[in-house]
């Protein structure tokens, strides 16, 4: 049998193929025996195919579509592949079988040219020997062919699955469930719908139907020969909202019937997959099972209404036969929209180019005879309608004209303007007046405001017969201010002498610009450094020649303070010199001014906390209005000179002593001796001294650059010269008999001592009243010579030598 619905799928439209080269939209599988007494059967496979475009047609033709098509026979127990027992090859060829190209019928009202579809049948004789083939599970036969169509919108990649038709059959067959032709062609939108796909039944059999799911085996196009098994079948995506016993977008729960019948009502368009199985059975034993899949096309099931000409805008639709049209007036005749259609407008018979809407312009210049035709590729059944005849005959008129009070062109600033009409050849207040702006309704005022730009439009209509239309239009432009803001990239306003103020003109595309200082022109930079008080306000000029200022922006620069610092006297070191260093500012403020430096405290410079060096102490003095100046003075502090001449010094007169001292020295330093008597070199840092009596020396040290001076004083102490004999001859003759000291008169306390050449002690006196005479113990002690020690005083050193002693 053959479904009709597979050629109605090729009706749908003439405007865009809907299954170009996916020519395979459905088929069934079928045994029949060839004779009662024999095991010969036909195994018949039904494709269906669309031939909407020519690459099917000729693939047909030539063969393609059916080369190498091939069937497999499967026992379903353990899905053992059984097809050498019916064919040694191991397959069934349906290359070397008959075939018929069935052409299904179109519906009546289906306006699709020469679209055209087949129902392939191809049949092959097969020998079926159930007594090899005894399962009690039974057989099944697979076809499996590339593609679905790829307009199928319940389902995933259509064009990339292949069919699998399945058949099951066993030993008790005779014939397994061949389906009628469903009969129908396309099912409508938003209708209850029902597909009736029943089968014929053997003598003795019975039927029930059921949803099967939607297979897609393992061929492609460029692979078609795949034959799998259904061990684990792989079913194919369903879209969302779709599904094995819901494949059509219904309003209403899907319903397959006993009798072979789906029930249905959609609310979508759209192509649908969907596979019934029908199970044969004798006794509730099953015998067989074939599985169709169909395709079901849910189409707007509408005609095109007759189009109806009349005047645009008015109440009554009807179609209106004649028409009045005024000298330099106008109508627009309309017909009814339709947001599926296209329109055509003729003229005393003849198409008007560019006529191609629900509505047209007439003027009356082209007073005649109007017609319209619709095509809407949507309808099912009558998809082109013209309508009857509209004449326009012609009658007198009046001028009309516009007058804008500021011209066609002007910036927004000095909006609104005025439209003024003037009517000639007729009373204005025998009209009615409508005015539009860019087709939007304005008012219905004599005249009109505008600010806006865009096409301003006046239609009269005249309040009586012949009820004539007049219009004028004005194209204005409004235009806009340009855009434009002053960026203060400093984020200030109020600076100080030496400071920048830096602002940016902020200005759209194509826009120039002016900076004004004070009301005069200051700069075109788009930059501009400001470093003087003032007022700056810009200017920005559009492309269409209107200005707009920015907010003025108001400088302000302070001066600087004047900050005088005076020399700071240096301070030494070690002196506690610590100084109020206000008084050598200017202008002194404890709350404005500000000191800092090493060793300042306030404005109180302590040299002992700075540490000798040269310390910039800077002076920051802020004004009222913020602005800050600085002066620096050098604060320095030198180290205090060292100088250190020792002990005091005692001498004989006569003698030179150099006195010792440490002490700073070098071309910083300059140092001064008093008194200069006595001292040889006066000049010199350490001189040697020669005083005839006791003086007091005073060394002083001043560092050239602070003046710091340190000193130190030391005694030269001057005591008379004794003379020592180194002999003398104790011989009793009276002469040289003792050992005289001279000059001993001013030591009292003189002590003398006298060894002998062992260290032995032979001589003490204190005070020296009596010279020796070299008689120790009342013995004269032998020639030789002897060491002595005198210590004049405490304040002298000891004075040591040999004395010779001769008889």
């Not at 496979?45 to 690459?55: K, Q, R």
């Not at 005022?445 to 017969?465: F, K, P």
């Not at 200082?517 to 003087?532: L, R």
């Amino acid at each position: 049998m053959r479904l009709r619905l597979l050629i109605i799928l090729l009706c749908i439209t003439t405007v865009q193929p809907l299954f170009a080269q996916d020519p395979f939209v459905g088929g069934y599988l079928q045994l029949s025996k060839v004779a009662e007494t024999t095991n010969q059967f036909q195994l018949t496979v039904h494709l269906y195919i669309s031939l909407h475009n020519a690459t099917n047609q000729a693939e047909l033709t030539s063969g393609v579509l059916i080369k190498d098509l091939r069937a497999k026979v499967f026992r379903k127990r353990d899905n053992v592949d059984v097809t050498t027992n019916i064919d040694a090859s191991g397959v069934i060829d349906f290359t070397g079988g008959s075939s018929t190209s069935i052409d299904l019928n179109y519906p009546n009202n289906c306006n699709i040219g020469t679209l055209k579809s087949k129902d392939l049948v191809l049949g092959k004789n097969i020998t079926l020997d159930f007594t090899q083939l005894s399962d009690p599970d039974g057989y099944y036969v697979i076809v499996e062919r590339c593609c679905r169509s790829s307009q199928l919108i319940n389902i995933a990649n259509p064009s990339s699955t292949s069919l699998i038709l399945y058949l099951f059959f066993t030993n008790a067959i005779t014939q397994t469930p061949a389906f009628q032709e469903a009969q129908g062609s396309f099912y409508c939108l938003n209708q209850v719908n029902f597909v009736n796909l029943p089968v014929i039944n053997s003598n003795g059999t019975s039927t029930e139907y059921s949803f099967e799911p939607l297979y897609k085996g393992l061929s492609s196009p460029s692979s078609p020969l795949v034959l799998p098994q259904l061990a684990s079948p792989k079913e194919v995506t369903w879209l969302s909202g779709y599904s094995t016993s819901s494949p059509i977008a219904s309003s209403i729960p899907i319903v397959l019937s006993n009798a072979g019948t789906v029930q249905f009502q959609p609310n979508k368009e759209g192509l649908y997959a969907m596979k019934i199985m029908a199970t044969q059975k004798i006794g509730g034993n099953i015998i067989s099972q074939a599985q169709v899949e169909y395709d079901v096309l849910v189409k707007d099931c509408r005609e095109v209404e007759r189009p109806r000409i009349y005047i645009e805008g008015s109440a009554n639709t009807a179609h209106t036969n004649t028409i009045t049209l005024c000298q330099r007036s106008y109508r627009v005749l309309e017909t009814q929209a339709n947001p599926n259609a296209t329109y055509q407008w003729y003229y005393n018979g003849n198409p008007l180019s560019g006529a191609t809407t629900n509505k047209l312009r007439i003027n009356d210049d082209v007073t005649g005879d109007y017609r319209v035709e619709i095509k809407d590729p949507t309808a099912t059944c009558k998809p082109t309608e013209t309508s009857l005849l509209t004449r326009v005959i012609g009658a007198g008129g009046v001028g009309l004209s516009l007058a804008p009070s500021l011209g066609t062109t002007i910036c927004e600033d000095i909006a609104p303007g005025t439209i003024t009409p003037s009517i000639s050849g007729a009373n204005p207040a025998d009209f009615s007046y409508d005015w539009t702006l860019d087709n939007f309704t304005l008012t219905s005022n004599r005249e009109a405001a505008y600010d806006r730009s865009g096409v301003y439009r006046l239609v009269i209509t005249q309040r009586n017969s012949p009820f004539c239309t007049f219009d004028a239009s004005l194209n204005i432009a409004v235009n806009p201010l340009p855009q434009v803001s002053v960026q203060n990239i400093s984020n200030k306003t109020e600076v100080c002498e030496g400071e920048v103020v830096t602002l940016k003109a902020d200005v759209n595309t194509g826009t120039t610009w002016l900076w004004q200082k004070d009301g005069a022109n200051f700069s075109s930079d788009q930059t501009i450094n400001i470093t003087q008080s003032g007022n700056y306000q810009l200017q920005a000029t559009s492309d269409k020649g209107c200005k707009k200022n920015a907010p003025e922006v108001v400088i302000r620069v302070y001066p600087k303070p004047t900050v005088t610092f005076a020399p700071i006297p240096s301070f030494c070191e070690a002196k506690n010199l610590s100084t109020d260093l206000s008084i050598y500012v200017t202008p002194v403020s404890s709350n404005a001014g500000v000191f800092s430096g090493k060793g300042m405290t306030g404005s109180v410079f302590d040299p002992s906390k700075a540490g000798s060096g040269v310390w910039p102490i800077v002076y920051e003095y802020t004004s009222a209005d913020g602005c800050k100046n600085s002066a620096t003075s050098n604060a320095v502090v030198d180290r205090v000179p060292r100088v250190q001449l020792g002990e005091d010094i005692t001498i004989f007169r006569g003698q030179q002593v150099q006195i010792p001292v440490v002490g700073s020295q070098g071309s910083g330093y300059s140092f001064t001796w008093s008194p200069t008597t006595g001292l040889l070199n006066p000049t010199d840092f350490s001189p040697i001294a020669a005083p005839i009596a006791h003086q007091e020396y005073t060394l002083e040290i001043v560092a050239n650059t602070s003046r710091c001076k340190a000193s130190d004083k030391i005694n030269v102490f001057v005591y008379p010269k004794i003379d020592i004999p180194n002999s003398f001859t104790p011989n009793g003759d009276r002469i040289n008999d003792t050992w005289e000291l001279d000059g001993i008169d001013e030591y009292p306390n003189i002590e003398v001592k006298i060894y002998n050449r062992w260290g032995n002690e032979i001589f003490y006196s204190k005070g020296y009243s009596q010279p020796f005479d070299g008689i120790q113990e009342g013995q004269r002690i032998p020639t030789g010579t002897y060491y002595y020690v005198i210590k004049p005083n405490v304040n002298l050193p000891a004075l040591t030598g040999y004395v010779t002693v001769v008889k």
